[in-house]
């Protein structure tokens, strides 16, 4: 019999360690490509970003192959949406824009199987040849609900209190401009928001998870974030304007 594929940040998260998630990639090739560095998940993008449902099979199966965890970000808190995308291969989903605890358990309710909640009975690409595929499916499935609005903020204590919620994940952008501060996440009311929040969603035992940088990470590690996301596309910039400073001061 084949077993279920172990969710690598899931039982990093549940072993009380750091997970590290990189973003940005929506090819299988890419995935493939840095699948040897190290990370422990990748992280999808359905909702500001190209990835259809029609890619998620080829993505997750490069992210298999190196037992990465492969976690898809929809852009909508639809039923449908969220169970079809695990449906297809994904090990965990991010649910945008969760300002309240009824919609926080609406993602429960759609991404687990009974008992827990009601997901539609269908076998994911990842139970292919996994007899107790239901019986296991529950325990491998990471679900991340982003906290990116004030009216999250101020309803945060019920939300912590759904359960089967595996991370809280404070998103910099859009809590921004529900503050009044557009397009700037690192404003310091905005910072000393995220701040707060992460410190209330550790204080109850939940995990927090952080959009960090090489400049903010261990500041992020040391206020008790445990899921790091951070893109590569600020690696390929920083590196690549350096690189071409070093060309034009040789040649100059």
Known sequence: ?????????KRKLQAGDIATVIS???????IDFLGSIGFDGVWLEGEHGPVDYADIPDMTRACDVWGMTSIVRINLNLEGVLYR?????AQGIVTPHIDTADQARDVVKATKFAPVGS???ATSRQGYGVNDYFAKANDETLIVVLIEDILAIQNLKD???????DVFFVAPGD???????????????????????????????KIAGALVND?????????????LLNSWQEWVISNGKNYLGKVNSATT
């Not at 939300?159 to 919620?165: A, K, P, Q």
């Open 119 to 121: 997901r539609g009975m």
């Open 215 to 227: 400049e903010n990470v261990k500041r992020y590690i040391d206020k008790g974030a445990r899921f």
């Open 85 to 89: 995308t695990l449906d297809l291969g």
């Open 1 to 9: 019999m084949t077993r279920l594929r172990e969710n690598r940040v």
């Open 175 to 205: 809590l921004s401009q529900s503050m009044g501060f557009v397009g700037q996440p690192t404003h310091p009311e905005v910072v000393e928001t995220i701040d707060n929040t992460i410190r209330q969603i550790t204080m109850t035992g």
């Open 24 to 30: 940005g990639h929506n090819s299988p090739d890419v």
């Open 159 to 165: 939300i912590l209190e759904v359960n089967n919620i």
